[in-house]
């Protein structure tokens, strides 16, 4: 499999930015005092969803250029993750009161 030097910078620097924010967003950093996290949480997943979505079906449709299709992926698990994250603060606020 060929490799694009751009994939090589960029797939380990969403790695790294999924791993940091899921632990300081899981640890409660980054998040405001009267934030919205109903609504924070639900655009991220919706829109971690598409990304997922059209990611998934560009590896389908041209399996030949899997590079971009591959960084539009971990995006879209990189927003997932945000927003569950932002849920899971939510849920857990909500236990707590």
Do not use: R
Request: aromatic share 14%; hydrophobic share 55%.
């Amino acid at each position: 499999m060929k490799m694009t030097p751009t994939f090589l910078l960029m797939a380990p620097l969403f790695i790294g930015c999924i791993a940091f924010a899921s632990y300081t967003i899981f640890k409660g950093a980054y998040i405001a005092m009267h934030e919205n996290l109903l609504g924070s949480s639900i655009i991220f997943i919706a829109l971690g969803i598409v990304d997922l979505i059209c990611s998934i079906l560009g590896l389908i449709e041209n399996a030949a250029k899997w590079d971009g299709n591959v960084l539009m992926l971990l995006f879209g698990l990189f927003m997932l993750l945000v927003g569950g994250n932002y849920a899971y603060q939510l849920y857990i606020s909500k236990v707590k009161k």
